[in-house]
């Protein structure tokens, strides 16, 4: 449903995918190329909307597939344009080899993907198996726990993704129908704010300058410079830890939200901690701050940034807690090494002196419900794995029909 | 720009402009691709007309031309498909086969 946006200042009910349209609208890129797929269909709708009621300026190309819709933002992109796409689930899984060629060429497109399962079974409900099996792909990952956060990680992914030092894609992750399709009640920053802060595009290099002709995806050779290029995104991954925070800060100075790498609760006095990602962490927090009124020592962290992987910051933020149990709404299928988070998280630990007991829960695939209940129940084990000083069962199926 | 890339073999990683962009036109010359070549068409002037189809239907711009006329094949990039030879009206060009000539060329090398 196509919201009407005009006498909408500053705080507004709206869903995730209008929330995060609002985003685009005030970005007013010059090339959208989309596909609609469940449950992101209400971003591209609501901005093709806003297209074609002349509130922006985009170039909107309603491609017929999302491989398409990679590709013309590729182009898009490499021309010069400030370009963005939306997604979800099999629509990010056939942008696969499209998804290694924009952060290969370096172009700093932004794409909300609406996270929801992959099939099969069909399924269309949430976990994060789809942008987690995307994580080395050279995007830059950025969660979000709500529809403000949907919205401001919007914003300021436009402006890590242009950073001459970084130029590289950035993912803007939102939890299928929890954030996506629920109302949620946000702060939108005046247009001219949102305009300033993200800044007007002025690439370096983009093919449309007749001054200085470009050739872009040229054959590397058989014995070419493949290696070193790979290198060089690396590179550009480990400097955006920097940008990411100083945008952060900058976007805080402007709206009141300031940003990190993650936000932490209890970790001054914490024992142990459980680390969340996405809307989970909402009901994480909730249950945590009710077990620390009790008087139980625990902490929590919620991980915006997945890529780049903070694993200083966090080694950092967890040296000298007794056990920390990651929460993972997807698997690997590595064979018992536990949920992608767990194992980033693992060995982020691995150079630390004194690392603590590791637990991992793996929950709500599908969209399978992560109530109070089960947090209870991940957050009283860790407790026992805090005092006992073991862990019975590294990886464990949280909400599974056992 | 100045496209300085003679050491490039030597250059450290940080070097190379991003994402294999190439700041530089018309720099596919330097990359000669004729080495893919298993056949090899053979021009003969004598017979050509100067009709230039071979020119046109080249799909790899491999046919030389010089003041409108055809001045021969440029194999630095013919790929030897034998689109020019199979489209020529007038049978002035003939594909032999790539090894053999290239025997034949090393022979009278080492003879002279
Ligand atoms: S097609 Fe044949 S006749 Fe015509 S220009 Fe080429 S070689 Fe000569
Ligand atoms: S063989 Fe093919 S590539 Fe070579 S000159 Fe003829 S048409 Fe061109």
Redesign the pocket.
Known sequence: MAVNFKDINKTVALVGTDAVAEAMRQIDPDVVAAYPITPQTAIVETFAQMVADGKVNTNYVPVESEHSAMSAAIGASSAGARVMTATASQGLALMWELLYIASGLRLPIVMPNVNRALSAPINIHCDHGDSMGARDTGWIQLFSENAQEAYDNTLQAMRIAEHKDILLPVMVLLDGFIISHAIDRLDLVDDDVAKKFVGQYKPEDYMLNASQPLCVGAFDGLYGYFFEFKRQQEEAMRNSVKVIQDVGKEYGAVSGRPYDLFESVGLEDAEYVLIALGSAAGTVRSEVECLREQGLPIGMIKLRVFRPFPAKELAAALAGKKAVAVMDRSDTFAGGMGGPVFIELRSALYEEEKRPLLVNYVYGLGGRDLPVQLVNQAATELGEIAKSGQVKQMVNYLGLKE | MNWDIKDIKDWDWRKHPRGGLIRDAGNAKKFKTGGWRSAR?LWDEEKCVQCLI?HI????C??KTKDEKMTG?DYDF????????YECPHDA?TMIDEAEARKKEEAEEGRA
Do not use: E, H, V, Y
């Not at chain 2, 239907?57 to 790899?60: I, K, L, M, N």
């Not at chain 2, 013919?78 to 030879?85: T, V």
């Open positions: 068409p071979c239907f080249c799909p790899d491999s046919i094949i013919c790929k030897g498909c034998g689109i020019c030879a060009i």
